[in-house]
């Protein structure tokens, strides 16, 4: 599919979400508790990995409650950091991540995240997608998040032909200029919250479905 028309496509999901969405944020597109800054912003997509969006909302809230700070985490109990994130499962192993990663910053760092994509990965449970997450959201660096709505949509729609999604992740940054690139998790991830549903797209109600490669077809 040519540029110019992933920007149209992009351009048309902006006027109906115009909020975008990121982990935590609530699929109505309501703002959370807490700010939209590093620290937040990489502890939620931490809790968003290999679960539902309104459980990662639950689980973030919980733990932002109790523990609003890198430094608060850093000397958390891991046990009690698990009940708090139980929500977006897996809590041990979650909660072992956050309050390692949260001990990094704090003693390598100087408690700030750090804006590189080497250095975001090199933390726990940090990969390509939880990086590309915080530079987009919370840093305003052009970066293309690939979740499993970005991955899936993109495909479906024909954007990119691709297995995984780090394949995925660079067919999009050869085919979008690089100024639409945080746009394009933005307006997906609330595209396949709320009209191209996994199990079942609402197409009848899809303002893309004419550059859809999967309405097209099965329009036929």
Not at 131 to 156: E, G, K
Not at 164 to 177: G, H, V
């Amino acid at each position: 599919m040519a540029e110019k028309d992933i920007c149209r496509i992009l351009n048309t999901l902006s006027r109906e979400y115009n909020r975008g969405a990121y982990p935590g944020r609530s699929s109505e597109g309501l703002n959370p508790e807490w700010e939209c800054d590093p620290f937040h912003v990489l502890v939620a997509t931490i809790l968003s990995q290999r679960t539902r969006d309104d459980n990662t909302r639950k689980a973030s809230d919980n733990l932002f409650r109790e523990y609003n700070s890198i430094d608060a985490i850093a000397e958390a109990d891991p046990d009690k950091v698990a009940e708090l994130v139980r929500p977006a499962g897996f809590p041990k192993q979650k909660a072992k991540a956050i309050v390692d990663c949260c001990r990094i910053l704090r003693d390598e760092y100087r408690g700030a995240v750090p804006e590189s994509t080497e250095e975001l990965t090199s933390l726990p449970m940090v990969g390509r997608k939880t990086a590309a997450c915080v530079r987009s959201y919370a840093m305003d660096i052009p970066s293309v998040c690939v979740d499993t709505h970005v991955h899936r949509i993109a495909n479906l729609m024909g954007l990119v032909h691709t297995k995984d999604p780090e394949s995925t992740e660079y067919e999009l940054m050869r085919i979008t200029p690089e100024d639409r690139w945080s746009d394009i998790n933005r307006y997906l991830v609330r595209h396949g919250q709320v009209v191209c549903l996994p199990n079942h797209p609402h197409c009848e109600r899809c303002s893309v479905r004419e550059m859809c490669d999967r309405y097209l077809s099965e329009k036929q």
